[in-house]
């Protein structure tokens, strides 16, 4: 906290992005209170609000979504009319004649992944039949693979359901979470309507993921600082090369770093 303060007090102008789609700008703000940092809710970009933005611009039509409450909540909030959240029970046994009639809407524009602890074959059968039609986008949210947890067991995250149903319905979707453009799209277009611009030259990106953070900064030409609170260890980034999309310009242990500079 003592750092966000700093920077604030400085001029900085500040904010947040996280691949996680399984909150609400407004919850996020609220848990962000609660750790006694001061954030706005029109700072804070997740995938569920940066997908609803995205799809809201780019789909016509109905979209078909796998994932959470706060998805559900976001794509209310930009009027994108979606469906397909919570338990979809598997019909019968679930064999192939069982899952071959499942009931499917009609004109469904976008199939939109994120994470979505209820996923299985009736939910994989419905987004499967409906990616068949060529006008149907094929969304994910990120390409995080696993969940950070504190037992050290790995998690599936939501680039492994994104990737089940890639393989399954042997088609590419476009993410829109770091280290992809669509969520920085988003960032620009909401500051520039708040009358700041991003200038590269004046700007950090700050995370604890090389692949999805410091991915991220380095393809948008931003200054980027790794901190070993999370995903990447120090061993880790000893094998990565200068020059690789991932391999941070700084490195510190903690975002405090900043508070004392």
Do not use: W
């Amino acid at each position: 906290p003592e750092a966000i303060r700093s920077l604030r007090e400085k001029g900085k102008k500040l904010v947040f992005v996280t691949n996680n789609s399984t909150k609400t700008r407004q919850q996020y703000a609220a848990k962000m209170a609660s750790m006694g940092i001061e954030a706005q809710e029109n700072e804070i970009y997740g995938t569920a609000y940066s997908t609803a933005y995205f799809v809201s611009k780019m789909v016509r039509g109905k979209v078909y979504c796998i994932g959470g409450k706060a998805m559900e909540s976001e794509f209310k909030a930009r009027g994108v009319d979606s469906f397909g959240y919570g338990p979809d029970l598997v019909p019968g046994e679930g064999t192939a004649t069982d899952l071959s009639t499942l009931p499917l809407e009609l004109d469904v524009k976008a199939v939109c992944v994120g994470y979505d602890p209820h996923i299985n074959l009736v939910k994989l059968t419905k987004a499967l039949n409906y990616l068949r039609h060529e006008d149907c986008a094929f969304i994910g949210t990120n390409i995080d693979m696993a969940l950070p947890n504190p037992t050290g067991r790995i998690v599936p995250g939501t680039g492994t359901l994104v990737n089940f149903v890639a393989y399954a319905a042997q088609r590419e979707p476009t993410y829109i979470g770091k280290p992809y453009q669509p969520i920085m799209d988003c960032v620009k277009e909401e500051c520039a309507q708040r009358g700041h611009t991003i200038d590269p030259a004046r700007t950090c990106m700050i995370g604890d993921n090389a692949s999805t953070d410091i991915a991220f900064g380095n393809r948008q030409g931003v200054k980027s600082l790794l901190v070993f609170t999370g995903r990447t260890s120090r061993e880790e980034l000893a094998k990565l090369k200068p020059g690789q999309e991932n391999c941070p310009s700084h490195c510190a242990a903690s975002i405090a770093v900043l508070g004392s500079q």
